[in-house]
């Protein structure tokens, strides 16, 4: 595709439920990364994934949270237990290469709602 | 250490304005700053990007402007239109690929 792709574009769970969150990046980029981005801050980094290297989880906040990204291509964010904290916007994006003066590529992101 | 404080939280300006927006970092490891561009309902956009080998960068109306000795920089937009409005993060990063980011400025630009 043209840009990223993430799935759903919103969300509305319950409480306690288990929700995954999609990410399909540019087609060729060996970087992916995931955003959550609350209402009033900035974007708070989760967890990186570089090729077939092991992924940088330093920003997942809780176990609740787990991602994986299946064939270097496409990448689920799995929350497991949501709770009201987890509502915000979940971002993904991508890059060609790993590396912090690569340009990232964002999707549009999932808006998740816990109620 | 690792923050990116970033001001002001909110900006509005007339059209053909110049609008100003700082931020301050604390962490002399990083060497890259961009800057990113948020629609609503939009993932963000990279802007225009500098590094600290150069005071200022331009492109179009878009102006960076680094004090490394101050540890701050600013983005300039020059004759602000109304399609500017958007929401803007400031970011650094150092060695590896994570980006620090601001907490964003909300910028109205009235017509």
């Known amino acids: 595709g043209a840009g990223v792709s993430q799935s759903p574009s919103n969300k509305v769970t319950e409480k306690g439920k288990d929700v995954e969150l999609r990410c399909d990046p540019i087609s060729g980029h060996t970087a992916l990364y995931w955003y959550r981005q609350s209402l009033g801050q900035g974007l708070e980094f989760l967890i990186y994934f570089q090729g077939n290297s092991a992924p940088d989880k330093s920003g997942l906040p809780s176990d609740r949270f787990s991602a994986e990204r299946t064939g270097g291509s496409v990448s689920t964010l799995t929350i497991q237990r949501t709770q009201q904290e987890d509502s915000a916007v979940y971002l993904c994006?991508?890059?060609?290469?790993?590396?912090?003066?690569?340009?990232?590529?964002f999707g549009d992101g999932t808006r998740l709602s816990i109620l | 250490q690792q923050q990116v404080k970033q001001s002001p939280q909110s900006l509005i300006v007339q059209k053909g304005g110049i609008s100003i927006i700082n931020c301050a970092y604390e962490n002399t490891a990083f060497d890259y700053f961009p800057w990113y561009q948020q629609f609503p309902g939009k993932g963000p956009a990279l802007l225009i990007a500098?590094?600290?080998?150069?005071s200022e960068k331009k492109e179009g109306r878009f102006t960076i402007s680094f004090n490394k000795s101050a540890k701050q920089f600013s983005l300039h937009i020059m004759d602000s239109q109304p399609g500017d409005s958007a929401t803007y993060f400031c970011?650094?990063?150092?060695?590896?690929?994570?980006?620090?980011f601001g907490k964003g400025t909300l910028l109205t630009v009235n017509p």
């Open positions: 970011a650094a990063g150092g060695s590896n690929y994570k980006l620090t």
């Open positions: 994006a991508s890059s060609l290469v790993g590396g912090v003066n690569q340009p990232q590529h």
């Open positions: 500098i590094r600290p080998d150069v």
